[in-house]
C-alpha cells in the first residue's frame, strides 16, 4: 500500500470537502454523498452509484479503500462476540461486541500490540507494532454493525492498545464518530481507557469534548500499582489523581475509575479504604472489576476474589460515600479480555 495515499475512512468532512470541491472543484453536495456512501455495506468506490465515474476514479487515485477481514469469530453464552479482524497490512486486531439493556456496545482497538505491558492484560505480551488509524478505528464500528445489523449505540475505546498514546488518530476518530452524515453518535455515549497518561489528560481536557473518561487505576498506592501498570513508576498516583481532579474541574465530566479485583494482590479491606480516602469528594465511579480468569495458553498467575471478598470490598466503598459498582463479566469463556484471542491464533496457527 502507497504510504502516501491516504485511506478515505480517516478523513474528516472537512478534508473530504477541500479535496471535493476545492482541489477537483465538484458541487457541494459530492461531499455529502461520498461521506455518507462510506458509512453504507459497501466494498470499493464503484459501489458509490450515484456519483460520477469519473470522481471515483479520481477518489480511488488519491485514497485507498479497504474493508476488514474477519479472521475468526468467538461467541459466548451472554452473546458477547469478539472479532479477531486482518488490517490492509496483515496486522491483526480484536474488536468485541457486547450487549446491553440500552443496545450494543463496540469495545474497539486503539493500536495494534501494546506498549504499556499492564501485567494482567495479554495486549502487550508480543509488543507493539504500531497505531491504528482514525479510519481503522471506524471500521471496527462498521464491521460490527454490519454482522449484527444493528446500530452500536455506544463505543469503549478499551480494546488492545492505550488510546493516549496514539493521541492524534484518536482525536480524530472522537470527530469522526460524531459527525451527523456518519456514524452520528453522541461523545456521551463514548468511553475513553487510558491506564494514566498524565499529559495526554490535561490536552484531552483542553480539547473539552465531553466523553467519558476511564482510567485504568487498580490500586491506591504506587508500591502495588508499579507491578501491575508499569507506567504508574512515571506517572505516580498523586499526580494522576491531581490530573483527574483538574479534567472534572474543566469539563465538569465524571471520571470512571477501573479497579481490576487480584486475589492477594489489591483486594484486601486495607486496599479498600485507601481507595476511599484517595478518592474522597471526586466526581467519580469505580468499576470493580473481577480479573478476566485467562486462558491457560497466557499462564497468568492472577485469579479473582471470592464473591465475599468482592463485596466487602465494595461495602467499604459505598460506606465512604464512593459511588461504585461491580461490573458485570462479559465473554470470559471466549477470551474477550484484550489480547487474547489474538495470542490463542497465533499459537495455535
Known sequence: MNGKIRYIYSLTISELENFIENTLHYPKYRTKQVFQWLYHEISSFDEMLN????????????????????????????????????????????????????????????????????????????????????????????????????????????????????????????????????????????????????????????????????????????????????????????????????????THRRITFEYSLISGINDSIKMAYKLSNLLSGMLCHVNLIPVNSASPLLDFPFKPPSLEKIEAFQQILTRNHIPNTIRRTLGDEIQAACGQLKCQFRKKS
Open 51 to 250: 456519483i460520477p465515474k469519473k470522481l471515483r476514479a479520481q477518489l480511488a487515485e488519491n485514497f485507498y479503500f479497504f474493508k476488514p477481514e474477519i479472521k475468526q469469530t468467538l461467541k459466548s453464552a451472554d452473546h458477547t462476540v469478539k472479532y479477531l479482524i486482518t488490517l490492509h497490512d496483515g496486522a491483526s486486531i480484536e474488536t468485541v461486541k457486547m450487549e446491553y439493556h440500552h443496545g450494543i456496545s463496540a469495545c474497539i482497538s486503539t493500536q495494534v500490540g501494546c506498549k504499556m505491558h499492564c501485567a494482567f492484560c495479554a495486549s502487550g505480551k508480543e509488543g507493539f507494532f504500531r497505531n491504528l488509524t482514525a479510519g481503522e478505528m471506524i471500521q471496527q464500528i462498521l464491521t460490527i454493525q454490519e454482522q449484527t445489523c444493528q446500530r452500536v449505540a455506544s463505543v469503549v475505546l478499551m480494546g488492545s492498545g492505550e488510546p493516549l498514546d496514539n493521541f492524534t488518530e484518536v482525536v480524530r476518530f472522537l470527530n469522526l464518530v460524531h459527525e451527523k452524515d456518519g456514524l452520528n453518535l453522541g461523545y456521551r455515549h463514548i468511553t475513553l481507557s487510558t491506564c494514566g497518561i498524565i499529559p495526554k489528560i490535561y490536552e484531552l481536557a483542553d480539547l473539552e469534548i465531553p466523553i467519558t473518561l476511564a482510567i485504568s487505576l487498580h490500586a491506591p498506592i504506587d508500591s502495588i500499582r508499579n507491578q501491575i501498570v508499569p507506567i504508574s513508576k512515571k506517572y505516580p498516583i498523586n499526580e494522576l489523581i491531581q490530573a483527574c481532579r483538574d479534567y472534572i474541574e474543566r
